[in-house]
């Protein structure tokens, strides 16, 4: 098998550009015009043709020139492995040909609907408005036998207010020499003297062909045969609580019968989304969306993100409010310059031999991700506004965590997210959502290097799996080109004040170690059936209420366990006439010795939080006022878009002593709030510390 792989992934990727392999027209007239459509004639032009799992020698001969042709209607690049047709001077990616296929995309969409970078933005106060980024005007930025490079770009002035986003938006597309696939980026700029706006969403967008892409690929244990788009029109599905969510009742594959269709099931965080895609499987070929860096999108490695969904569809995401609501909506107020480069991202393309298993595609496809990471920063992209690494700077050193009711030694923080973000306060960066952040993991000896830092100021910013709280270094840390930056040893101090009392959960931002229930079996994904994501199944709020029909949820210290006696998420209670309630739910612990002179601490870290509160009382479940409440928070929607986690929040709550007793004593968290049955919250972890020891 191993040598199969191998033989396979050598008939793969950038190999195409090798003619030994592949069957190729030897026509490269630069006079060559394309037909109408602005796809070139395959029949005159390089292209890849079916290739092999035969044993191969290393290619002798080098892969054909970059070519460029310009009409007035349309751009094409061409490298003789993929032709990329770009409508003029627009920048609208109308085309792509590749492996013998005239257009990967959706040709009965409009040229406007098949791949396009677009953004949805609001005036100040104003409603959302959704806008297809169409250039108006384009040039030739790079064109040699390596490269080439299209800018299309769209200017604001004055008599333009209201009518687009006051950004100029420079998009860039790149095509290399012997590449089998094609890069883009965009950079938006907004200047002082232009309105303020809010952005909600920036991305690109691929809309593939549905009579060929049908098998998508997220992750290695998430893809599947997918619903097509067909099937989700009246008659063949029935909506479900919220538009995005269909129940498929008659889909053209009667294998997908009775099974809910949800684009957010398919979401993922921005640690892990770095490539994505489809299969076709006559012929074998796969499109995929590769993002070797975090570092242009939004709210830190943990923000969720989409992926593909049915369309089928490939979204490169950028910014989005996701998972996150309000907090994470950038405000550009009148008077504020801002700048930024978001990607380039790559769009890979390979193909396999008929008869061989085409879902080694998605393993070539990790390789090239691993291949692309490695190369980042890119060292071609020609606009000065994309740093190259000569340009940026490092940052290294240790991080250690110092918890004396744990240790009397320094922990070494195993494991640990540690990145630079624009300054800010103690855990700002999940909420930063204008400018560029870095992140690595440190390794099992705390070690951390961050590497390809844009010049800059910034803030040093880390949290560690099992601890909870943020970690921030105190100064600011000014990045400059070429510099090494050694941090040393860097000691983070978790919220504590006393000992452990007791504790529900692992302090990992997540509620994916509580109970997960079955989802109905009338509204199931069987992808997710026994799935380490079984979250991602739709309608897990509505099996509360049926796991506790008459009271809720009590949860007993050392006697109940958290994996399976307390429900992933607080949500509301639904009624017979409709309507809904709050719920409380209570924790019962006992104490044999109470310290009524001193306080207790109660750390109640959320793992996400929608349009809801939190009140915490002691052993008073009517108290009028509740000791502690968090008021209203929160809008990441993680409850209805599956999504196991949305921002962390925590909240340390002082119980006096004279609240406790010797014996029995009960904590009753409850959320009131209860007009829709998505409102709730998601713990992270929950710890009660004794008074402080000596």
Not at 281 to 308: C, D, Y
Not at 617 to 638: E, M, Q, Y
Request: with cysteine; hydrophobic share 35%; glycine share 8%.
């Amino acid at each position: 098998m191993r040598k199969r792989l191998q033989r396979f992934f050598s008939s793969l990727g950038d190999c195409g550009g090798c003619l030994r392999h592949s069957n190729v027209s030897h026509s490269t007239s630069t006079s060559q015009r394309p037909r109408p459509g602005g796809i070139l004639n395959p029949d005159r032009h390089f292209h890849l043709g079916k290739q092999t799992l035969k044993d191969n020698n290393c290619c002798t001969m080098p892969p054909p020139a970059v070519r460029l042709y310009i009409q007035d209607h349309h751009v094409v690049m061409d490298n003789g492995i993929v032709q990329v047709t770009l409508s003029n001077p627009g920048g609208i990616v109308t085309g792509i040909r590749y492996n013998g296929i005239d257009n990967l995309l959706e040709v009965l969409n409009r040229e406007t609907n098949r791949g396009y970078w677009d953004l949805v933005w609001n005036p100040p106060g104003g409603k959302g408005i959704f806008d297809v980024i169409s250039g108006t005007s384009f040039k030739v930025i790079v064109e040699n036998e390596e490269q080439v490079e299209l800018s299309f770009t769209r200017m604001w002035d004055p008599s333009l207010e209201g009518k687009y986003i006051p950004l100029n938006i420079d998009k860039r597309f790149i095509l290399l020499r012997g590449s089998s696939g094609f890069y883009s980026y965009a950079i938006y700029e907004h200047l002082k003297e232009w309105p303020g706006f809010e952005l909600g969403e920036t991305r690109i967008t691929f809309k593939l062909r549905k009579d060929k892409f049908q098998y998508m690929a997220v992750g290695d244990n998430l893809q599947r045969l997918m619903p097509l788009p067909d099937d989700r029109m009246p008659g063949r599905c029935q909506t479900l609580a919220y538009p995005e969510a269909v129940l498929l009742v008659n889909p053209k594959h009667p294998e997908l019968k009775g099974e809910v269709d949800d684009k957010y099931q398919y979401s993922c965080n921005n640690e892990d989304n770095q490539v994505h895609g489809w299969i076709s499987f006559n012929p074998p070929v796969g499109f995929w969306q590769i993002t070797p860096s975090n570092e242009f999108r939004t709210g830190g490695p943990l923000k969720q993100n989409l992926t593909s969904h049915v369309g089928p569809t490939t979204l490169a995401m950028f910014h989005s409010s996701h998972y996150a609501g309000k907090d994470l909506l950038p405000i550009y107020n009148p008077g504020e310059y801002w700048k930024k480069v978001f990607g380039p991202v790559f769009i890979y393309l390979n193909s396999a031999s008929t008869g061989n298993d085409s879902l080694f595609l998605w393993q070539d496809a990790k390789i090239k991700m691993m291949a692309e990471v490695q190369s980042w920063p890119y060292s071609f992209p020609a606009s000065a506004d994309f740093q190259k690494s000569a340009e940026r700077g490092n940052v290294f050193g240790r991080l250690l965590v110092q918890d004396r009711y744990m240790s009397e030694d320094y922990i070494v923080a195993s494991g640990a997210y540690v990145g630079m973000a624009p300054p800010g306060d103690v855990g700002s960066w999940q909420r930063e959502c204008k400018d560029y952040q870095f992140w690595t993991r440190a390794d099992e000896n705390g070690c951390f290097f961050i590497k390809n830092i844009r010049t800059g100021d910034y803030n040093l910013y880390a949290w560690v799996p099992g601890f909870i709280g943020d970690y921030q270094f105190e100064a600011v840390v000014t990045i400059i080109s070429g510099c090494n930056i050694y941090m040393g040893d860097l000691v983070y101090n978790p919220p504590r004040d006393g000992p452990t009392l007791w504790e529900i959960g692992i302090p990992d931002r997540s509620a994916a170690e509580f109970y997960v229930p079955d989802p109905d079996p009338m509204h199931v994904n069987k992808l997710f059936i026994n799935h380490p994501d079984r979250f991602r199944q739709y309608g897990l709020w509505s099996r509360y209420v049926e796991i506790y029909p008459e009271a809720d949820l009590v949860y007993t210290v050392g006697v109940s366990d958290h994996h399976k006696d307390w429900f992933f998420a607080q949500v509301v209670r639904r009624k017979d006439d409709g309507t809904h309630v709050g719920t409380t739910w209570q924790i019962k612990f006992k104490l044999d010795n109470v310290d009524q002179r001193n306080t207790y601490k109660l750390r109640v870290a959320l793992a996400s939080a929608t349009l809801a509160e939190l009140q915490v009382r002691v052993n008073d479940p009517k108290a009028a006022r509740p000791l502690f409440t968090t008021g209203l928070i929160g809008r990441d929607n993680s409850i209805a878009r599956h999504g196991i986690h949305g921002l962390y929040w925590l909240y340390n709550v002082n119980i006096p002593g004279v609240r406790l007793v010797e014996g029995e004593n009960t904590v009753f968290l409850t959320q009131p709030r209860c007009t829709s049955p998505f409102q709730g919250l998601m713990y992270d972890y929950i710890r009660l510390e004794g008074p402080p020891s000596s």
